[in-house]
């Protein structure tokens, strides 16, 4: 098997049948206007969509972001939610070793975050298992309504909980960048936050590094996905509209969405195709 390709500096679609399933996808993964280098990076392979944001300075964080991915992309599809969850949970281990290894060879803490869905068919309701570590985000959006699937692993994440701080007062605060997990960065075993949902057409998930989040709000972000005919425009008009706010972050953004069942599997799917033939 060829290595799966890492997305950074660079917008990408596509269109994957998987598990019974269309999905189609559009990364925008982008410097930003003020870090010179790219730490951040995504991954979409069918069934599997990752955002991944590194840190460490020089070249640690480019490469513990696309170790976490390389490692990452052989989650397997299908197995059901379980399954999925402990085989990502096996793999986030295998990447903090990986990662590890890297700061052992540049003397540097090297780390990342990581988020995003992988798809757990099982009979008749495929679900998409979501998982987190740090303070990249999973979200859904749904009939016009945008909701954080993740919880970020921050330390005003935890002042917000125990109500110190509102998340407005959050997203300005001077703690915002320390996050409290994450893969390498010298922290302990990785332990993800796992959310289950169904995957079903209609409802478009939203990956972002927290040069997304940094630079607008959730209402912003709402407003940009409700607006935007679909997934390649919804994830260039955000990124764009973070460019605006200044992006003083790298800037990472998946968007994605079950567009149809695939056309062997439903009358509704095969007139689908008919159309767009
Ligand atoms: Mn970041």
Redesign the pocket.
């Known amino acids: 098997m060829t290595e799966p390709k890492i997305l950074r500096d660079e917008a990408l679609t596509g269109r994957d049948e998987v598990g019974g399933l269309v999905v189609d996808w559009a990364v925008v993964c982008h410097v930003g206007r003020v870090r010179e280098a790219n730490e951040?990076a995504a991954l979409a392979l069918p069934g599997r969509y990752i955002v991944a944001?590194g840190m460490g300075g020089h070249d640690s964080g480019e490469l513990a972001s696309e170790a976490a991915l390389l490692t990452l992309a052989e989650a397997e599809i299908g197995d059901g939610p379980e399954a999925t969850r402990a085989r990502v949970g096996e793999l986030l281990i295998q990447a903090q070793d990986r990662i590890g290894e890297l700061g052992s060879e540049t003397g540097r803490r090297a780390g990342t975050t990581a988020t995003g869905v992988v798809l757990a068919a099982e009979d008749e309701t495929p679900q998409w298992v979501a998982f987190n570590i740090g303070d990249s985000r999973t979200y859904l959006f749904t009939a016009g309504e945008l909701r954080q699937v993740s919880v970020d692993h921050s330390q005003v994440q935890e002042l917000v909980a125990a109500g110190f701080l509102t998340p407005a007062e959050a997203r300005v605060d001077s703690r915002r960048n320390v996050i409290t997990r994450a893969l390498g960065a010298g922290m302990a075993v990785p332990v993800a936050d796992y959310f289950s949902f169904p995957a079903k057409p209609g409802d478009t998930i939203l990956l972002c590094?927290?040069?997304l989040d940094g630079e607008l709000t959730d209402d912003e972000i709402a407003v940009i996905l409700e607006a935007s005919p679909d997934n390649q425009i919804a994830a260039a008009a955000l990124v764009e509209a973070a460019l605006e706010s200044g992006a003083h972050?790298?800037v990472t953004v998946t968007v994605l969405s079950v567009v149809a069942e695939s056309a062997a599997e439903g009358p509704e799917a095969a007139a689908a195709e008919e159309l767009e033939a």
Do not use: A, L, Q, V
């Open positions: 951040d944001d590094s927290d040069g972050d790298n």
